[in-house]
């Protein structure tokens, strides 16, 4: 809570370096066996994608007012001038939130690459490679299975994700089997596996 207050701080221009922060410090506490995983991301290649998105809504501001200037120089009387900036306004929000969006998926897709090109486990060295496009038709696949069957489809987004997940991940480096070990950590072992097989997390 603390960091995303921090990365709200300067007008939101921290948020990358809270989210970068947070990941890396979540990757950081976690293990695999007695391995634990080392996240160095950067926030800063992200930054660029990010400004993007931080200053749509002032251009869009800005071409809002150009545009109505230019509606009203050109439309006589009240009733064309009314149906010019209705017209003028839809056009504006619609082109504002594809806009938006687009530039948000653009963002995320870099971060993510970014992020994961940071994490490592014992010798072994993590990639992401989805692009923008790749994201963009993952989501618009997933609206269009869920919309096309009636809402039925939704169970299988779960199984798209992953396979997307899987199919653009790279891990470079060695395996070392003999050290990849399972934890030795003492815990205790009565009702292991219990809470799983009665899937209790579904309540």
């Known amino acids: 809570m603390g960091k995303s207050f921090v990365g709200s701080l300067a007008l939101g221009l921290l948020i990358p370096w809270s989210m970068m922060s947070l990941w890396n410090e979540r990757w950081n506490k976690m293990s695999f066996g007695p391995h634990m995983f080392q996240s160095a991301g950067d926030y800063r290649p992200t930054f660029k994608r990010f400004l993007l998105f931080y200053l749509l809504p002032f251009v869009g501001v ?8 230019m509606v009203a120089s ?3 009387g009240a009733t064309n001038f009314a149906v010019a900036s209705f017209f003028a306004i839809a056009a504006l929000v619609l082109f504002f939130y594809l806009a938006l969006g687009l530039i948000a998926l653009a963002f995320y897709a870099k971060f993510f690459r970014v992020a994961v090109d940071g994490l490592s486990l014992s010798g072994l060295n993590f990639h992401f490679y989805a692009s923008t496009k790749q994201w963009l038709l993952l989501f618009l696949g997933d609206i269009a299975l869920v919309i096309c069957t009636l809402g039925i489809g939704a169970i299988f987004l779960q199984y798209r994700h992953w396979k997307f997940f899987i199919t653009h991940m790279g ?20 009702g292991e596996g219990l809470l799983d097989a009665l899937d209790v997390g579904a309540f």
């Open 74 to 76: 050109r439309s006589e």
């Open 171 to 190: 891990v470079t480096g060695e395996i070392y089997t003999d050290e990849l070990t399972q934890s030795q950590t003492k815990t205790a072992r009565h």
């Open 62 to 69: 800005i071409a809002g007012g150009v545009l109505f200037a």
